[in-house]
Each structure stands twice: as C-alpha cells, then as structure tokens.
C-alpha cells in the first residue's frame, strides 16, 4: 500500500464498493469546494462513513477512493456526480488543513488488488442462488444473464453496493479483507434481512 492524500466526503449512509457507482447530488458549500478542487486536480474522492452524528465525527477508519466519471454542474453551484469506485483506503491520519472539508492521509490499495482472485465454482454458484432469492423476496427485477459474465469481484462488490443493508452491515462487507470474506458476509446478510421485515427503515441505506 501506498500513502496518499485524500479529500474526504464524510456521508452517513452512503458507501462505495471498488468497481461499483454511487450517485451523488451535491448542494453543501463545503462539499461543493471539494468537488470543484476535485475537478481541478484528479477528480478522486474519498467516500467514508462518520462513526457518530456531530459538526466533526470521528471516521471509520476504511472507506473506499471514489473517481468523478459523470459530472453535471448545475447553475446555482450544486453538482449531480457519478464516483466510479477505485480502491478501498485505511485512514492514517487527518492533516491539520484550511479547506472546508477534511482531508486525510490513508494507505490505499491498488487498484484492482482482488481482480486475480476468484470464488470457487460452488462459492459463486451459492452466492448467485441466494442474490436470486433475495431479489426475488425484494420485489427486484435484475437481469440475470448480464449478472452471469460479471467477474467475481465485481459480481461480490455490485451486491454489497445495490443491497438495503443497513450502514454497519455494508461497513462489515467494506471492511472484509478478501473477496472471499465479503462474498460470505453477503450472503450471511442477505440471509437475515431476507427474513425481516425489509421494510422498516433501520434497514434501508
């Protein structure tokens, strides 16, 4: 791993998974100024989820490197962005900065850390059953046959992503170390919401 600075946008209930997209509408002035300094320098930013509510909450420690790959700007100052995932980060420490909003150095994977590693062929096909199922209990339409060409890794990440777990569920499967962990938390959460009443918002992001 690497050091790096990173620009963070500290958004309670909003995770990014390598390899998967997350929509963002941006209207706080702190958060404007960051994706405006995004644009103008490397237009990467760090998605992390505060660990209390508060001015400034302390962080989880792991959060995920996000690129801006659609930007809209909008004419009062607000941004519509997509961030395409990059790479998960470990925060190090935060710099002591002017900016309005909070800038770490992290240790961040390279990208592409999990793209050589596989699931099992009986792994992949139980993790793909139980994503039915679970689709299926949620009243889901997805196009299976697509779901079927997608490599492991971004098969296991688009799960994490796009599933209502709750934040410290999706924190646990952010928080797994390999592609084989998270594929398990996965279907161990899609398991137990599965059985729950999925309509009550403690278990919607």
Excluded at 68 to 78: F, K, N, S, T, V
Excluded at 102 to 129: I, T
Excluded at 130 to 141: N, P, V
Aim: net charge negative.
């Amino acid at each position: 791993m690497t050091g790096q600075r990173i620009s963070l946008f500290p958004l309670a209930g909003a995770l990014l998974f390598p390899g998967a997209h997350l929509p963002l509408h941006i209207f706080e002035p702190r958060y404007r100024a960051l994706v405006s300094d995004a644009l103008a320098r490397d237009r990467l930013i760090g998605m992390v989820q505060p660990a209390e509510e508060g001015l400034k909450p302390r962080l989880y420690e792991v959060g995920c490197l996000g690129r801006i790959a659609e930007c809209e700007a909008l004419e009062d100052g607000r941004f519509n962005i997509i961030l395409a995932g990059l790479a998960r980060f470990r925060i190090l420490r935060e710099l002591d900065v002017t900016t309005p909003f909070r800038q770490v150095e992290a240790e961040v994977e390279p990208e592409g850390r999990n793209d050589d590693e596989a699931l099992s062929a009986v792994a992949r096909a139980a993790l793909e059953q139980e994503a039915r199922r679970f689709a299926e209990h949620l009243g889901y339409i997805v196009d299976w046959s697509a779901v079927s060409r997608l490599d492991d890794t971004t098969f296991v990440n688009s799960v994490a992503q796009v599933a209502p777990f709750d934040v410290a569920a999706k924190q646990a499967l952010l928080e797994a170390t390999t592609l084989a962990e998270r594929a398990e938390r996965a279907m161990q959460l899609m398991q137990f919401f599965g059985h729950t009443d999925t309509d009550k918002p403690a278990t919607l992001q």
